[in-house]
């Protein structure tokens, strides 16, 4: 098998699933990889296993370079079972590894495997002698389960980060500078935008334990392996933790009978005659990780829909239950939508963006169909929103 050597001793034996294109929810069109790393030194040691139905291909990996029954430690960065389904099959072959992991690790392990391994928990400030190398821990609680770590090879001077700074793409080659730079920096920040904006704070603390370490290498548990770029993502993360935004609108609507989706094109018109970059999505027809991507760096969000039984359509108000579980921060947010004999969309959308830590303005409505005079409404709405955005940076 075409095994990745990243640094002297030092492999991938990964996994790369080409085929799925969900992630609990998250749409993952380019597909997703299970990074896994091997350490050869005096000690053996695997960073990582894979999601279960690549473990055969994960130990047939290890087994070109070593047995897998030398290996001296399996470091759980983060129990998920797509980092750690694999373990129990590694274990049956490395019946005398230890398992490296925080106390968090070991808790959520045991209730996910049922299997009183040989632990070893760690804490901040601990390492591994490995040899040539020592293995250095990071407890990175809640980015983005209170298990998380992350795992810094001294001498090579690689940082195994899990989650952080990956991205759900596949490809042949496992290097930033070997892809894409622009694709990759988009599925970056597609997955930040989806698993770790709401710890947004939380980011920003990492970065600065991170500071002073000197970094040859990042490599994560989803995507590529940074090495070229690693001032790109860092700068980028320190931005997304920050709420950096610009001056950027998503509208985001769905329509029943069409008099929604003519107010949505018409502020969308307004907005950028401000100036203003705006993105337009009908939800039912967009995914909603993409919305999610797009909002990272805007400024606002403008939600649109129809009045169905009092409330937005049910695709609306999905995407109100995702806003408020990631908790996008620094935000401006408003509604607008047709109605038919009596309203309540507007009311619920606007709970909703609160709910979910917007800044709430005011809303539009519209009765039926609308018509001309409505519809220049619509556009100075939009024409009102965009000056609002442009002022809020200030």
């Not at 130990?59 to 370079?65: K, N």
């Not at 960065?77 to 398992?99: I, R």
């Not at 070229?228 to 609108?249: C, F, N, R």
Request: net charge negative.
């Amino acid at each position: 098998m075409n095994n990745i050597k990243l640094a002297p001793g030092v492999y991938y034996v990964g996994a790369v699933d080409w085929n799925t294109r969900d992630f609990h929810g998250y749409g993952t069109p380019r597909g997703v990889t299970y990074n896994s790393y091997l350490i050869v030194d005096e000690k053996i040691c695997l960073i990582d296993t894979v999601k279960y139905p690549f473990a055969g291909e994960l130990l047939e990996r290890i087994s070109q370079i070593v047995d897998p029954a030398k290996i001296d430690y399996v470091v759980v960065n983060h129990v998920e079972p797509d980092h750690s389904s694999a373990l129990p099959m590694v274990m049956e072959k490395a019946v005398n590894a230890k398992v490296i992991l925080t106390e968090a690790g070991k808790a959520e392990t045991l209730k996910h495997y049922h299997k009183n391994y040989d632990f070893q928990v760690v804490k901040e400030g601990d390492s591994l002698d490995l040899g040539a190398n020592k293995l250095h821990f990071i407890p990175l609680p809640m980015l983005h389960w209170p298990d998380s770590m992350a795992s810094y090879l001294d001498g090579e001077e690689i940082l195994f980060s899990n989650d952080a700074f990956g991205q759900h793409i596949c490809t042949t080659k496992r290097f930033d500078d070997e892809n894409d730079l622009h694709d990759i920096l988009y599925e970056a920040a597609k997955y930040y935008a989806n698993i770790l904006m709401p710890f947004g704070k939380l980011v920003t603390k990492a970065l600065g334990k991170l500071a002073q370490t000197p970094i040859k290498m990042i490599a994560p548990s989803h995507g590529i392996v940074w090495r070229s770029h690693i001032p790109d993502i860092l700068h980028k993360y320190e931005q997304w933790g920050s709420s950096y935004a610009t001056d950027k609108v998503v509208v985001a609507y769905d329509t029943m009978w069409g008099s929604t989706e003519k107010m949505a094109r018409r502020i969308l018109d307004g907005i950028a005659a401000a100036g203003v970059d705006a993105k337009l999505f009908k939800v039912s027809a967009a995914d909603r990780s993409e919305i999610l991507m797009e909002l990272l760096e805007a400024r606002a969000i403008l939600v649109g829909s129809s009045t169905q039984n009092n409330g937005p359509l049910p695709t609306v108000g999905a995407l109100l239950t995702y806003l408020k579980g990631l908790r996008p921060a620094g935000k401006l947010g408003a509604s607008f939508g047709a109605y038919g004999w009596g309203g309540g969309a507007q009311k619920v959308i606007d709970e909703g963006l609160a709910g979910a830590g917007f800044a709430v303005d005011s809303s539009l409505a519209l009765k039926w169909i609308p018509d001309q005079a409505e519809l220049d409404q619509c556009f100075e709405y939009g024409l009102e929103f965009g000056k609002k955005v442009l002022a809020a940076k200030k």
